[in-house]
DNA sequence: CAGTGGTCTAGACCACCTT
DNA sequence: AGGTGGTCTAGACCACTGC
């Protein structure tokens, strides 16, 4: 592990065991030089770690400041260590299943070409799924992903998680994604699939999901009955540029 | 400016002028900065932004290479130059008034105590206010903020930009935000404001936004019609840690 | 193996906050 | 003026990639 990132370590667990109080500031720079035995760039590095995460932030000419939603901080990022499938956001201590209703491969539409970045003959798979959390009816989902990108999609990986194929028979890395949340109207399938009424609303994610090198490889949309789940971030500041 | 922010911006027209092209890399480190005439470190804390950005991505070994994304990033960068009040979501193309319901100072309830982190002696300013976006009734938005982090709020502020103020002449800078959206049923009051219907979904966010030092100051619900208007996040990859 | 990015050093100067 | 963080240097060694 490099040495800016265990000093980072090693700060975030002094703030967590409340050595460095919210609001007060950190040692500065050259102290911790000198008693971590390194470089004050080192030692910058591994502040810049902290005030990234939201831990701290620095004021030039005055000092590290430890924050005072820290706690906040660290408890949510513990929580998304994922990456949104619903496979991870649930999986810890629920169990997810799916079933599928339909699975095959087709042209893309016009919303999907623009998306994936592909043409009308670029083949696509196109998945529905009805996912249960606890066998509890939970989504639908509807995925579209280009057969050139993810190849060899089978029932038996539906049946589980396709993020987990992507990333670890793959062994491809997942990169942004880009998400639109709205509220719909229950359409017939949500209602017979989701159990619900025509006045109950549904939450929709509707997301184009990118690869590391940027290459889009899944334009999907989620509906969940209204009362089954919300949608949560946490929006960072960046001082930067 | 910093030397490197200057040469950040320097790469990323070069990127957006697609003299160095999607998917393939950059000159290597060396090379740029000799080109530059600075050292690798400089280089590199330039090429720390890109990557932060979005733009590019390294590869230990390897090289340096540009996002097949990249302009979707850019794009989004541009709209996203904001911080979360309506005004600035939608502030440039379009007029937003805001009709004053409820204005009142008041003692917080247990979750806005929660969330502001504050008890229950700590007064707040309760703010309901009707928002129109070019002088259509768009979303309701119910606010709470503790009077001794943003004091002497008058009608004047509120029929404009609330976040306007705190930035400009309260002088704060502001931090993270954490949101919870979700679809509801109308209740009496949508009904009544946004002119909808018993069957007409609502889109609700509900946040708590914290100033740079990690302090508390809003707690707030935006509800708006499901026809009028949509929650948009890009969320970048964090490969940090 | 050569070439690339990742880390690290020991010091320097600057910009800014505080008093 | 003194102390802080922000930037920058010129070089070094390491880890990884890809031929």
Not at 141 to 151: F, Q, R
Request: proline share 4%.
């Amino acid at each position: 592990m490099a040495k800016y990132l265990e000093i980072a370590h090693q700060l975030s667990e002094r703030i967590n065991n409340k050595e460095y109080l919210a609001g007060q500031s950190l040692p500065d720079q050259k102290n911790l030089a000198t008693e971590f035995k390194t470089s004050r760039m080192t030692i910058q590095k591994a502040i810049d770690v902290l005030n990234f995460e939201g831990l701290t932030y620095s004021v030039q000419g005055s000092g590290t400041y430890v924050k005072k939603n820290a706690d906040l901080i660290s408890d949510f990022k513990v929580r998304s260590d994922q990456y949104v499938g619903l496979t991870q956001l649930f999986g810890k201590n629920h169990k997810i299943t799916s079933h599928i209703i339909e699975f095959y491969i087709s042209n893309p539409n016009e919303a999907e070409q623009q998306a994936l970045k592909i043409n009308r003959n670029q083949a696509v798979y196109k998945i529905t799924r009805l996912r249960y959390i606890d066998n509890d009816s939970h989504a639908l989902e509807y995925t579209t992903m280009p057969t050139n990108v993810i190849p060899d999609i089978t029932e038996e990986i539906l049946k589980n998680s396709i993020y987990n194929y992507i990333r670890n028979d793959l062994n491809l890395s997942i990169g942004a994604a880009y998400r639109t949340i709205s509220a719909e109207k229950p359409n017939d399938l949500d209602q017979k699939h989701l159990n619900c009424k025509i006045s109950d609303p549904i939450l929709q994610i509707q997301q184009t999901v990118y690869l590391d090198d940027g290459k889009p490889f899944e334009y999907s949309y989620t509906r969940q009955r209204f009362d089954k789940g919300k949608f949560v971030i946490l929006e960072p500041t960046h001082p930067n540029v």
